[in-house]
């Protein structure tokens, strides 16, 4: 009975890390890849990680799996040890202990133990998340009821709104697929460069949600919250406000679109020769990214 379960408990957690590595090859081997990065039909994992940040998060979620299939496992086989071993037709006299030191000793630290292994990752993801200390650039993003404004302080303050684009204005099928996600004017960000994220409101409490990314922050009315983002590759990248902000909460979409340094610097360019916030274009390659 013992060699079985330890047999058992040997195959499915190699199974289980078997798995969580083979996740982590497929997503790196699509890093350099251009990427579209939104939900897909019955989809039970995380997204692909687009960023450092969401590639921890993923290696993290990895980690507690394993653990709670090597504890699942081992309830399971204790629960059926004891079924077993302690059903009422071999021992039909009860038993009478009602303490045991070492066993209540090990049930105890046992969990500290697990709790330390996993503590301690979540922490560091946690310090790591929070903030860059070597910004290359910095995005200021505040929310509002309902849509997104993107200031780019390092550009002179250059600043414009994002809103969703209405069901109705949606004219091709792969458009229609991406209702609720698609923007007038994406957030374009360059690809490798650490950018920092200062986020607020000018309401309520929003929050700046991009699963693919890894960046997820509050938007507080009176406050600035900072994270950071590195994006790996380049693509299109959707998120959501992930904190009910009244009426139209369904209606603020969050849509990067990470282009090559150079197409950045050249993007930022034509939008300083404008000089005009209200008439603000996004680049033809965000352009060709909303009609997917």
Not at 50 to 55: D, M
Not at 171 to 187: E, G
Not at 270 to 289: E, F, I
Request: proline letters at 6%; glycine letters at 6%; aromatic letters at 8%.
């Amino acid at each position: 009975m013992h060699s079985v379960g330890r047999r058992a408990t040997a195959l499915l957690s190699t199974l289980a890390l078997s798995l969580a590595g083979g996740s982590a090859i497929c997503a790196a081997a699509r890093a350099d890849e251009p990427r579209l990065a939104v939900p897909a039909p019955w989809q039970i994992g995380m997204q692909a990680p687009g960023s450092p940040v969401e590639q921890r998060i993923h290696t993290l979620n990895d980690w507690v799996t394993v653990i709670i299939v090597l504890i699942t496992i081992f309830v399971g086989a204790l629960l059926a040890f004891v079924l077993w071993r302690y059903n009422a037709k071999r021992n039909p006299t009860p038993g009478t202990v009602s303490h045991n030191s070492m066993l209540e000793a090990a049930w105890t630290a046992l969990p500290v133990l697990i709790l330390v292994g996993i503590f301690i990752p979540s922490l560091r993801l946690v310090y790591y998340e929070d903030r860059t200390h070597d910004a290359d650039m910095t995005i200021k993003v505040t929310g509002h009821q309902w849509y997104w404004e993107y200031t780019y302080p390092d550009a002179g303050g250059m600043h414009f709104d994002s809103y969703m684009i209405n069901d109705e204005d949606l004219k091709t099928d792969a458009q229609k697929k991406m209702r609720h996600l698609l923007v007038d004017n994406q957030l374009v960000l360059p690809v490798g460069k650490n950018v920092r994220i200062l986020t607020t409101s000018a309401d309520v409490i929003h929050s700046f949600f991009i699963p693919s990314l890894g960046v997820q922050r509050y938007a507080i009315p009176g406050r600035t919250i900072e994270t950071w983002v590195r994006v790996n590759a380049p693509g299109d990248y959707y998120g959501e406000c992930n904190q009910i902000c009244g009426m139209n909460h369904s209606v603020m979409p969050i849509s990067v679109h990470a282009v090559s340094p150079d197409d950045f610097k050249a993007w930022l360019d034509k939008q300083k020769a404008k000089n005009s916030n209200a008439s603000l274009d996004a680049p033809s390659s965000v352009t060709l990214a909303s009609e997917h």
